[in-house]
Antibody, heavy 122, light 106 residues
Framework: QVQLVESGGGVVQPGRSLRLSCGAS????????MHWVRQAPGKGLEWVAVISSDGSNKYYGDSVKGRFTISRDNSKNTLYLQMNSLTTEDTAVYYC???????????????WGQGALVTVSS | EIVLTQSPATLSLSPGERATLSCRAS??????LAWYQQKPGQAPRLLIYDTSNRATGIPARFSGSGSGTDFSLTISSLEPEDFAVYFCQQRSYWPPTFGPGTKVDI
């Protein structure tokens, strides 16, 4: 069965960096585009970024553009999110999510990880 | 970006009752609308994609309808495990956006 497991969350000071990982299993990882979606405590869902199946195309939400970088290592079945210049507004649970479509277009998300909590606080 | 509005914010019903949740888009999203269920402490779960297609393993009591700017999710007869928050999401335009959610409680 499809499994997505995030790791790397924690407490970080404003202005610092953090890298999240998402390990995938149960499907052919290099065939799917992958996304990060976040949810601030008690709030709704916000799409963060997408990376194409081969890693050649990446798109970001305006609130993270220029600060966050999405990447993947298909040999390790792992998705990453490098988060730099963090602010308190970035405090959220970060989910990795699978995209079932074969091209990079706005997608829906058919499988989600359990989430990693990132708290930005001094 | 496309703004999605969901109504009502909270829906208080009993098991066995029918639930109808609404999602309205700020402009047409064609049929590119999905619905998710989220329970406390859990990740969202895909229920419906592209307006009316049930995701794998989703019971037939969940159905979606609509087009353009107005969409609905119907739960024909609420089971105890259906009490949760439901989000709609559009994939017609970048960035994909979500509605604020409707809480279905007992």
């Amino acid at each position: 069965q499809v499994q997505l497991v995030e790791s790397g969350g924690g407490v970080v000071q404003p202005g610092r960096s953090l890298r999240l990982s998402c390990g995938a299993s149960g499907f052919t990882f290099n065939e799917n585009n992958m996304h990060w979606v976040r949810q601030a405590p008690g709030k709704g869902l916000e799409w963060v970024a997408v990376i194409s199946s081969d890693g050649s195309n990446k798109y970001y939400g305006d609130s993270v553009k220029g600060r966050f970088t999405i990447s993947r290592d298909n040999s390790k079945n792992t998705l990453y999110l490098q988060m730099n210049s963090l602010t308190t507004e970035d405090t959220a649970v970060y989910y990795c999510a699978r995209d079932p479509l074969t091209i990079v277009v706005p997608a829906f998300f058919d499988y989600w990880g359990q989430g990693a909590l990132v708290t930005v606080s001094s | 970006e496309i703004v999605l509005t969901q109504s009502p914010a909270t829906l208080s019903l009993s098991p066995g009752e029918r639930a109808t949740l609404s999602c309205r888009a700020s402009q047409s999203v064609d049929n590119y609308l999905a619905w998710y269920q989220q329970k406390p402490g859990q990740a969202p779960r895909l229920l419906i994609y592209d307006t009316s297609n049930r995701a794998t393993g989703i019971p037939a009591r969940f159905s979606g309808s609509g087009s353009g700017t107005d969409f609905s999710l119907t739960i024909s007869s609420l089971e105890p495990e259906d009490f949760a928050v439901y989000f709609c999401q559009q994939r017609s335009y970048w960035p994909p956006t979500f509605g604020p959610g409707t809480k279905v409680d007992i």
